[in-house]
Structure formats: structure tokens, C-alpha cells
């Protein structure tokens, strides 16, 4: 299973981005999936969640009202909408996957990770 995440970028304060990651592998449909962020000098926080099916979300209480995670269509792309961007939300993004999680916000429940996208909010 490998993922790839992009559409990182640098944009101003209140401006908006879209990340995406893309999961290929087998049975892509099953897993869970996760964004994570990790800004310089700090530890990897969770951001948002989905279910496998789509139908469960959760998001940090950092990014709620802001920013949407979804499913597309065939289930192997995950996207996370990022609004009103705050210099705050600067980090590096990762995307990742897992099958059994019973806890979305710890990222030991992930089993694959992808490679990570900066985001850069300036002032």
C-alpha cells in the first residue's frame, strides 16, 4: 500500500488549499484514513479523519468550521479542503491509512503513511 499526497503550496492568511492523497494498493476501499500535520519543533497533531465508507469524520478542534475531509468517488483519493487559513496551520501534512483504528486522533493506529506536503500560511 503506498500513498502520495500533494497540493501543498504556500498561500496567504484566509486564503484556501486543497490537499489530496491518493492511496493505491489492494483493497484501497477498506481503510480508514487520517491527515496529520507537523510544524517545525513540534509533534506530529492530528487534523482530520474519515471513515472507510465515508460516513464517520472527525476533526481537530484546531481546524473544525475550517476545514473538510471527504472521500472521492472511488474511495482511493481522500482530500482535505483547508479554509480561512491561519499562519498557525503552517506544518508539514501527512495522509495516512489504517484498517483497525479505534482511536482516529493516534497516529500509532495508522498502519501506512505518506511522504508529506507543506503548507505555508504567511501573515
Known amino acids: 500500500v503506498q500513498l502520495q499526497a500533494s497540493g501543498g503550496g504556500l498561500v496567504q492568511a484566509g486564503d484556501s488549499l486543497r490537499l489530496s492523497c491518493t492511496i493505491s494498493g489492494r483493497t484501497v476501499s477498506t481503510y480508514a484514513m487520517g491527515w496529520f500535520r507537523q510544524a517545525p519543533g513540534k509533534e506530529r497533531e492530528f487534523v482530520a479523519a474519515?471513515?472507510?465508507?465515508?460516513?464517520?469524520?472527525e476533526y481537530a478542534r484546531s481546524v473544525e468550521g475550517r476545514f473538510t475531509i471527504s472521500r472521492g468517488n472511488a474511495r482511493n483519493t481522500v482530500y482535505l479542503q483547508m479554509n480561512s487559513l491561519k499562519p498557525d496551520d503552517t506544518a508539514v501534512y501527512f495522509c495516512?491509512?489504517?484498517?483497525?483504528?479505534?482511536?482516529?486522533?493516534?497516529?500509532?493506529?495508522?498502519?501506512?503513511w505518506g511522504q508529506g506536503t507543506l503548507v505555508t500560511v504567511s501573515s
Open positions: 474519515i471513515s472507510w465508507s465515508g460516513g464517520t469524520t
Open positions: 495516512a491509512a489504517g484498517i483497525s483504528i479505534r482511536n482516529y486522533g493516534v497516529p500509532s493506529q495508522y498502519d501506512y
